[in-house]
C-alpha cells in the first residue's frame, strides 16, 4: 500500500485561478438566497413562480457539519442543488471560499465541482450501472487529470478503505447490481471523496437504508468529515439522526427557515411550533408511544405559488395571533447564543406582558393521551 | 393467552409451521420458512424486519395474494378458530379475503386507479364482497371516509387531486369498510413526511380503540412500529426469532438479533453509543442449517450451529440458544 491520502489533487491542474482566502472565513456562506422557477402559461406568458427558496441565510464554516431539517416541498432539494451549482438562484449569492457559485465559469467551475462531493439519496439510481467500482472511481481522477495510472490506482484504493471496503482488490472489479444498498452507498461516498474535496452536500444519505446499515454509514461519514476536515450539508428530515452527525441545524419550512441552533438546543429546547410539531412527531422506541395521541398540525404545507402572507405556518399554527402572525413577516429574534427563531411568539413588543414563547411546551411534544 | 388481569386472551390468528418458498432461476427461495405466531384478538402485532427478511411475504402469504412462481405454500392459519388454508382459492376469496381480512399494500397511495373517482374504488370491496348495491357501497365509504378523516366531496374526486396523506386515508378507509376482524398493513407510513406519518398512525391508533379490528403492521421502521403495538414479532432471515408484549419487548429484546436491531435505533433524546450489525443476512436460497443469525452474532457458541427450538419466557418467546 502506498502512503498516498486523499489530499486534494495537484493545484496547477485543478483552477487556473486560486483566489487568496482568508482561512477564518466560512467556507460556504449563503447569502439572502431566493430560488424561484417561472410557472408559464401557454408556453410563454408569466404565470407566477413557484417560490422553493425564499430568502435563506447561512454560513457553513470549515470542517462544520449542518443538518437541514425539513419536509418533502420545503425547498431543501433545491437549496442544495444551488449550493452544488445546478441550480442558477433568482436573487442571492452562495459564495464558496469566497467566490460566487454562480459566477464560475469552464476551469473554475471544474475546480469547484471538484471541491464539492455530493452524496446522493439513492445510491443505485446514483451509480451508472454499466461501470465497474473501479472504473466509478477512476472517472472522475481522469476528467480532473490525474493521469498517472499508478497514482489513480492508489488513490481509488485509498478511498476505499476510507469507506471501509478492504481489502479494495475484492471490491474493484463488482458491478453495483452485486453490492447491497449499503456497500453502493458506501460507493457513492468513495467517489464523492475522491478528489478530496472541501465540503460535502448529503442528500439523505441514509434513508433508503435499513436501520442497522444506516449506523454503519453515518458513523463513516462522520469519521470522514472528521478526519478530513470536511464541512458537510446533511439534509434530511429525520430529526432522530441529526444528533450523532452535525453540530449545527436549521429547520425549513416552505422555503424559509423557521428556526437555526445548536442541534442540542434544537432536540432540548425548541422553540418554534413547527419544529415542535416535527418533535411530537418523531419517536423513540417505547411501548408508551402507543398509549398517546400526538398533536399535528392540521392542514398541509402551502403553495410555493401563494404562499401565506406573513409568517408562513400561519394556518396551520395553534398559536397564531390574529392581525400580527397572518400579516407581518416574523422577526429573527436570538433567543440564546446561536439560537435563531422566527415566529412572532418571541418579540418582545407584539407578546406585551404575556410569557414569550409556545406555552405548555412539554405536554405539546409529548402528545395527548389516548 | 392470558392478560395480566387474568381474562383468557381469544386468539384470532393461529399461525404455525407457515411456509412460502419461491422458484426463481438461482434456486428455491425460503421466503416464509417456518413461522409461528398468534394474534389475539382486538390487539396489534408489528412485525419487525429488515428488508429482505421476509415480512411482505408472510402478509401475501397470510391474504393468499401469492404470486406464480410459487414452490411450496403449506402449514396451519386459522383465523377465528377455523383453517383458512383447508379452503381453494375461490372459496378464500370469497368468505375470507376483504370479508375478514383485508390489507393496505406498500406504497399504498400508488395504488389507487388514476382513471377512477376514489369513491368508486373505495366502494367496491362492499359491492363485490358484501353485495351491497353501488350507491350502498358509496354511502358505506362515506361513513368509512368520516371515521378516517376523508372531507366527504372527496368520493367524487380523481387520485390525482388528493395529497398523499389522503390517498393513504382513503385506501385505509377500503380496507375498513367491510369492518373485517384483521387489516394487515404493510409499511404503510415509509413513503410518507413525518407530520403525515404520525397523523396516519393517529388514525390508527384511534380505530383500534374505537372498533373490534386487529392489526398486523409490517414495518422496518422501529419507532414507528413503538406507536401502535401491543406485541412485536421480530423476523430474520424468513423466520420469526422472537414475540413479546411491546412493554417487555422494548424495555428488553430478549434475541441477540432483536437486542442489535434495537442498539441501532437513533435517538432524539441521544444517549448510548449507535451500534450496527456486521455482515449480510444470510442468502435465502440456501439459508445456514441452525441458528441463520449465528454467522453475525456476537453472543455465538457451540450449540449455534443445531437449529433452536422455540423457548418460552413467561407470555414471550425466542429462538435463541441462549434462553435455554
Redesign the interface.
Known sequence: MTSTTLGPIPVALASPSIPVVDPDAPLLSVRDLRVWYELKRWGFAHAGDVRAVDGVSFDVARGESLAVVGESGCGKSSLMKAILGLNTPTAGQILFDGRDVSALRKGDLKWFRSQVGYVQQDPFGALPTFMNVKRILEEPLIINGVDDPVERQARIEQALIEVKMSPPAEWLPKFPHMLSGGQQQRVVIARSMILGPKLLVADEPVSMLDASVRVEILKILRKLQEEHNLAVVYITHDLSTVRYFSEHIFVMYAGRIAEMAKVDDILDDASHPYTLALLSASSDPDARNALVQREVPPGEPPSLVHPPAGCRFNPRCAFAMEGVCDEREPPTVEIKDEHLVHCWLYDKEVMGDRPLGVPARKELVDGKPL | MTTTNGAVREPLLEIEALQLHFKTRSGIVQAVDGVDFQLPRNE?TVIIG??GCGKSSLAKAILRLLPRNVHDFSGRVELGGEDVMLLNDEEYRRHVRWKRISMVPQAAMNALNPVLRVGEQVAEPAVVHLGLSKDEGLQRALETFAQVGVPADFLHRYAFEL?G?MRQRAIIAMALLTDPDLVVLDEPTSAL???T???I??LL??VK?ESNTSFILIT???????????NVAVMYAGQIVEVG???S???EPLHPYSQ???A???????GDE????TG?PPSLINPPTGCRFAERCPARFDKCDQEPPIFYKGERWVKCWLHE
Open positions: 396489534a429488515e428488508s395529497s396523506g413526511d413525518v407530520l406519518q404520525a397523523n398512525m393517529n391508533k384511534r380503540k422496518h421502521d422501529i419507532a414507528t412500529s413503538s406507536e401502535l403495538a401491543d408484549d411491546a412493554a419487548f422494548f424495555e442489535k436491531l434495537m441501532s435505533v437513533p435517538r432524539l433524546s441521544g449507535l451500534e450496527f450489525i449480510q
